[in-house]
């Protein structure tokens, strides 16, 4: 069974930063892909950057430049950096890890951006 864990959202003004956390635990990491994730109220859930376990990363194209997305395999954890925060970016975001028939996500962490 695979379990993941965020950590890291809060409240922050425009223009700020937050670092969020994930840990994965009971799968291989440096083989799987994870990624962030986010839903805001009344949207669907969208993909904000994934991370493969050579280190290839894709981003969303709102968030290129401001966000950036890191992984340790030897601590399990992937870490979403993200700066120069908009009010849009307030969303829960969540943690995702695929590999092979391993699709597990976190219980998510809010990011609330004030203007």
């Known amino acids: 069974q695979v379990r993941v864990v965020e950590s890291g959202g809060g409240l922050v003004q425009a223009g700020g930063s937050l670092r969020l956390s994930c840990a994965a635990s009971g799968t291989i990491f440096s083989k799987n892909v994870m990624g962030w994730y986010r839903q805001a109220p009344g949207k669907q859930r969208e993909l904000v950057a994934t991370i493969t376990g050579g280190g290839t990363t894709n981003y969303v194209d709102s968030v290129k430049g401001r966000f950036t997305i890191s992984r340790d395999n030897a601590k399990n954890t992937v870490w979403l950096q993200m700066n120069s925060l908009k009010p849009e970016d307030t969303a829960v975001y969540y943690c995702?890890?695929?590999?092979?028939?391993?699709?597990?996500w976190g219980q998510g962490t809010q990011v609330t951006v004030s203007s």
């Open positions: 995702r890890v695929v590999y092979g028939s391993i699709n597990s």
